[in-house]
C-alpha cells in the first residue's frame, strides 16, 4: 500500500479480496474452497443483493478470470494457507497472533471458538480500519475481547512501537501473518519489517505470500502475470506493486535479515495442496508468480 492509499481511503484491494473471498463461499459452500462465510459483511450493499444471484455471480467470477487469469484460484489457496496456520496457532494456544495489513481478514472472527486467551493484533491503514469495524457492527459481528486493532503506515509508522502501545510482548512466541501486502510496500518498509520479526521470540513464526519479479520479456511465461500487472495498474493505481524478488532469490534474502526459511510453496505445490479435489483434478490454474512462506528468527 502507497502513502496514499493508505492517508486517503481504504484499501481497495482488500475490498477485492474479501469479493473474491465471497464469490468462493458461493461457489464452493461447505468446502475448504470455499472457507470464508464472512467476507459478504464488508461488501456494499448492491453487491450483496446482487450477488444473491447465480446468473450475476457467474458473471462476475467470468470477468474476473478474464482480467485476471488465475488470481481468483490463488485466492482460494491462499485463504486456506492462512487459515490452517491460524487455527494451529490457536489449538497451540499460541500467545500472541498479529496479522500485519490486516484488510478484511476474517479469522479473529470465523474462528473465535478455537480461541482459549490468544491476543490477536489486526494492523492496518486508519480508514481500512475504520470501516472494517463500521461494517463488522452492521453486520452484527461482535469484535472479541481478545482482538486488538492497531492503525499504522507501514511506511512511515515504526512497527516495534506501535505494536508495544497496543499492548504487544516481544518475548512472547508470535504468529505473524503477512498476507496480501509485501508487493505493495517499499523495500524498505519490507526491511523494517522483516528486521521486527527476526527479533522477534525464537519460537516464533513469519509467514507472508509475495511475488517473484517477471521481467516484461517473460511474463506470458507466468500464467495469468500479465493480465495480473495490466489490471493493478489500470484499476487499482493508487496501490502501486513495488517489491518483489527475483525467483531462487527467497532463501539468501532472508538469510541476510536473520530469518530462516522453514517452508516454501511455489505454484505447483500451492496448486497440489489446496487447488486439488477429491477426485485429483486441478481445481483452476492459479496465476503463476505468487509464493507463500513461512520463516522463522535464526
Known amino acids: 500500500m502507497t502513502d496514499r492509499s493508505i492517508s486517503r481511503k481504504p484499501s481497495e484491494t482488500a475490498l477485492m479480496a474479501a469479493l473474491r473471498r465471497e464469490l468462493a463461499n458461493k461457489s464452493y459452500p461447505g468446502s475448504r474452497f470455499g472457507s470464508d462465510n464472512l467476507a459478504e459483511a464488508f461488501l456494499p450493499a448492491h453487491f450483496r443483493f446482487f450477488l444473491k444471484f447465480d446468473s450475476v455471480r457467474q458473471n462476475t467470477s467470468e470477468k474476473l478470470e478474464n482480467g485476471l487469469p488465475g488470481l481468483q484460484a490463488y485466492m482460494i489457496a491462499r485463504t486456506q494457507f492462512f487459515d490452517e496456520l491460524f487455527v494451529e496457532a490457536l489449538k497451540d494456544q499460541m500467545p500472541q497472533i498479529v496479522l500485519l495489513g490486516a484488510g478484511y481478514d476474517t479469522r479473529s472472527y470465523r474462528f473465535h471458538g478455537l480461541n482459549h486467551g490468544t491476543r490477536i493484533f489486526e494492523l492496518d491503514s486508519p480508514p481500512t480500519q475504520k470501516r472494517k469495524k463500521k461494517y463488522l457492527k452492521?453486520?452484527?459481528?461482535?469484535?472479541?475481547?481478545?482482538?486488538?486493532?492497531?492503525?499504522?503506515?507501514?511506511?512511515?509508522?515504526?512497527?516495534?512501537?506501535?505494536?508495544?502501545?497496543?499492548?504487544?510482548?516481544?518475548?512472547?512466541?508470535?504468529?505473524?501473518?503477512?498476507?496480501?501486502?509485501?508487493?505493495?510496500?517499499?523495500?524498505?518498509?519490507?526491511?523494517?519489517?522483516?528486521?521486527?520479526?527476526?527479533?522477534?521470540?525464537?519460537?516464533?513464526?513469519?509467514?507472508?505470500?509475495?511475488?517473484?519479479?517477471?521481467?516484461?520479456?517473460?511474463?506470458?511465461?507466468?500464467?495469468?502475470?500479465?493480465?495480473?500487472?495490466?489490471?493493478?495498474?489500470?484499476?487499482?493505481?493508487?496501490?502501486?506493486?513495488?517489491?518483489?524478488?527475483?525467483?531462487?532469490?527467497?532463501?539468501?534474502?532472508?538469510?541476510?535479515?536473520?530469518?530462516?526459511?522453514?517452508?516454501?510453496?511455489?505454484?505447483?505445490?500451492?496448486?497440489?495442496?489446496?487447488?486439488?479435489?477429491?477426485?485429483?483434478?486441478?481445481?483452476s490454474p492459479m496465476t503463476g508468480h505468487f509464493r507463500l512462506v513461512v520463516a522463522r528468527p535464526v
Request: glycine share 6%; proline share 4%; net charge negative.
Open 138 to 283: 452492521r453486520a452484527g459481528i461482535p469484535i472479541p475481547g481478545t482482538v486488538t486493532f492497531v492503525p499504522i503506515n507501514f511506511n512511515e509508522q515504526p512497527l516495534a512501537e506501535t505494536l508495544a502501545l497496543a499492548g504487544f510482548r516481544h518475548g512472547q512466541k508470535t504468529l505473524f501473518i503477512w498476507e496480501g501486502v509485501s508487493y505493495y510496500l517499499e523495500a524498505d518498509s519490507v526491511d523494517r519489517t522483516l528486521a521486527f520479526a527476526s527479533r522477534a521470540h525464537p519460537d516464533s513464526s513469519f509467514a507472508f505470500d509475495y511475488t517473484i519479479t517477471v521481467s516484461e520479456e517473460m511474463l506470458d511465461q507466468y500464467y495469468g502475470a500479465r493480465g495480473f500487472y495490466q489490471a493493478m495498474a489500470h484499476h487499482h493505481g493508487a496501490e502501486a506493486l513495488l517489491f518483489s524478488l527475483p525467483d531462487g532469490a527467497l532463501e539468501s534474502f532472508l538469510e541476510k535479515r536473520d530469518l530462516q526459511l522453514i517452508r516454501y510453496m511455489d505454484k505447483r505445490s500451492i496448486e497440489e495442496a489446496y487447488l486439488t479435489q477429491d477426485n485429483g483434478a486441478l481445481l
